[in-house]
């Protein structure tokens, strides 16, 4: 056969590609997020567990989404104008939303943030044009108390300054239901038997229960928050893994309630973002982690049934902390060995 007649033959057997749709900006691409079945992540084989890959958004995470909602419903209602700059408090992802959302609408972005923020994070902020105020000491250690203490000085300094709060806007939790969980919804035809959803504002979560219920749909929703978080009646404590829990209860969280409630240390979360990456080559946060020990905590209840887990963010933005040995040994005071059996790996499989 010639050189000739073997592309021929190939070009007959190819799987024709689908046509790539062309985004007008940046922020068309948020949400239709892939998902991934995870068949080697728990020891049993009788769970079909679905992940919600979000840090294939082009901001990195979930939280693409309510920034984008958030700035442009306030543009198109008139509480933010275009000569106005944003201003918010993030420990990471938000405040990446923001600035991207920002920098598309023309509009300036100062983000506050605090000394537990992903110093990649705060990078990537400063890259898409948000300006960094950061606040360093905090009474009681209450790091939110002390961020939104600064963004209400900032907003009192200019009258030209729109507050987003993502912490009490109810187009947080819209977004989530207008796009997450709709989406979920659709590429498991309806049968989500449980979802496990990360909480900090609790805006995703709240946002994929309202949706299952006002579709009538049986599936139970578990809200997955951090040991030493204040959420849900919790006793605040240190959190070193950002992106999950809360210091102090937002709005949004206020008389929230969910079908059942898993807390989750900082060394747990550090082993699920290992065993992930392990048994299924996922690179996921630390509240990805956290999510999916989590899952594996509940297997033998979940037996049988279709597990929806959304992982909110990827691992490469904690390669200084939770992929490092080094930093989880000094912070959490676990070292590598151990993390290893926390996550039930051989020593090969690390």
């Known amino acids: 056969m010639n050189i000739r007649t073997q592309v021929k033959t190939h070009s007959h057997t190819a799987t024709p590609f689908a046509a790539t ?8 691409l948020i949400g239709q997020t892939p998902m991934v079945r995870l068949p080697r ?6 769970v079909n567990l679905v992940a919600k890959v979000e840090a294939l958004n082009p901001g990195g995470s979930a939280k693409d989404r ?13 509480r933010l104008q275009p000569s106005d700059t944003v201003v918010e408090s993030s420990s990471g992802n938000m405040g990446i939303g923001l600035a991207q959302a920002c920098a598309v609408h023309g509009l300036q972005f100062i983000c506050v943030v605090d000394p537990n923020a992903q110093s990649q994070n705060v990078a990537i902020i400063r890259a898409l044009g948000g300006q960094i105020e950061l606040v360093d000491h905090a009474p009681d250690g209450d790091f939110l108390a002390a961020r939104l203490d600064r963004v209400a000085k900032l907003l009192e300094e200019d009258s030209r300054r729109f507050w987003p709060n993502q912490y009490a806007n109810l187009d947080n939790p819209e977004s989530h239901e207008l796009g997450t969980i709709a989406e979920i919804d659709a590429a498991l035809g309806g049968q989500i038997d449980v979802l496990f959803v990360a909480c900090s504002s609790t805006g995703t979560a709240r946002g994929c229960r309202d949706y299952l219920r006002r579709m009538g749909r049986k599936t139970k929703v578990v809200a997955v928050d951090a040991m030493g978080s204040t959420l849900f009646n919790g006793t605040a404590g240190p959190r070193k893994i950002s992106g999950m829990g809360a210091g102090r209860i937002p709005e949004l969280a206020k008389g929230q309630e969910f079908d059942d ?9 550090v082993a699920g973002c290992r065993r992930a990456v392990a ?3 996922l690179l996921v946060g630390g509240s990805g982690g956290g999510v999916l020990e989590a899952v594996r905590g509940m297997q033998d209840e979940l ?7 959304i992982i909110h963010d990827s691992g490469s933005r904690y390669l200084g902390t939770v992929f490092d040995p080094e930093w989880v040994e000094r912070e959490l005071g676990i070292c590598e060995a151990d ?7 051989a020593p090969a499989d690390s």
């Open 41 to 46: 992540y728990l020891d049993r084989e009788d």
């Open 261 to 269: 409630l898993v807390r989750v240390s900082d060394v747990t979360c």
């Open 66 to 78: 309510p920034a984008r909602h958030m700035i442009e419903r306030a543009l198109a209602d008139g």
């Open 339 to 345: 993390v290893t059996a926390l996550a039930g790996l």
């Open 21 to 28: 749709r062309i985004a007008d900006n940046v922020l068309d």
């Open 303 to 309: 037996a049988g049934l279709t597990v929806a887990a």
């Open 279 to 281: 048994r299924e080559g």
